[in-house]
């Protein structure tokens, strides 16, 4: 190995690999090279793989390899950002986020519908953030009888242990299934009979809109909301009356007053 790589892997490696492997259940974080290894030999879910800049190691190349196969997404970070997402210090320069549930495929909820003799009804969100957001939706998305809810690989929470919490459950029956691309997506579904509406300010008043028969509700993020390149694969764009002072609504709270105008109107 090269002295530069052999420098840049010293950067919190604090002894043998065996015994300095640590790995948080309780918030799916894995700090370690042997168990981030195992985790994606294991075949668990990684999220997201933060890897020290500069480390090129037999030992990091073979897991960056197994992250690859599994199209995790990989960030080269400096050692003082690792030291910030480690708790104990000894992350040995690599740490994985796993995901707290197994994701589902999108033909899950298709096959979902089927058995329950429904038309489609799908979320996709659009780069929701934040954990309690997300864990608020899926909740939603099952009171609301939603087949599955669609979530984006890049630049967006995945399924985290307090995304599962404030799902209150509803995690377990709800399918979550992640894709590389929302807006390819929704051209895929298009085919598939589905129609899509967003959620946007600017858009017809809801009660306008005819929202029966397959369906897909897309929500955008907290800050930007739907993004226009998404916004602009959707069939329908739906706002919700304002009657307050400000001009927005939270995003779990917006998905919550659009899913249940799906709702009525399936219902009638």
């Known amino acids: 190995m090269k002295q530069n790589d052999t420098s840049a892997c010293k950067a919190g490696d604090t002894g043998n690999d065996a015994g300095e492997d640590n790995v948080r259940f309780e918030e799916l974080t894995i700090e370690g090279r042997n168990a981030v290894l195992e985790a994606f030999r294991s075949g668990k879910t990684i999220d997201k793989l933060f890897v020290l800049d500069g480390c090129q190691d037999g030992p990091v190349k073979t897991i960056t390899r197994e992250a690859r196969k599994q199209d995790t997404i990989i960030n080269y970070v400096a050692k003082e950002r690792l030291d910030q997402l480690s708790d104990t210090g000894k992350h040995q320069g690599v740490i994985a986020y796993a995901a707290a549930y197994k994701y589902a495929e999108i033909e899950d909820m298709f096959k979902l519908a089927e058995e329950k003799g429904e038309p489609p009804f799908l979320f996709i969100l659009d780069g929701i953030e934040d954990p309690h957001n997300l864990g608020a ?3 939603t998305a099952n009171q609301a009888g939603a087949h599955g809810v669609i979530i984006p690989k890049r630049r967006a929470v995945g399924l985290t242990s307090t995304v599962a919490k404030t799902s209150a459950g509803a995690i377990n029956y ?3 299934a992640k894709v590389t691309n929302i807006s390819a997506t929704i051209e895929e579904l298009k085919e598939k009979g589905l129609w899509f509406v967003c959620a946007d300010m600017g858009g017809e008043v809801m009660y306008r809109l005819n929202l029966k028969g397959p369906i897909g509700l897309v929500i955008g993020g907290e800050g930007d909301g739907v993004s226009r390149l998404v916004k602009e694969k959707c069939d329908m764009v739906a706002s919700i009356p304002m009657k307050g ?9 917006a998905a919550g007053v659009l899913a249940y105008e799906i709702v009525r109107q399936r219902m009638n």
């Open 137 to 139: 939706i899926i909740r």
């Open 174 to 176: 709800t399918p979550v």
């Open 245 to 253: 002072d400000i001009d927005s609504l939270n995003a779990s709270v």
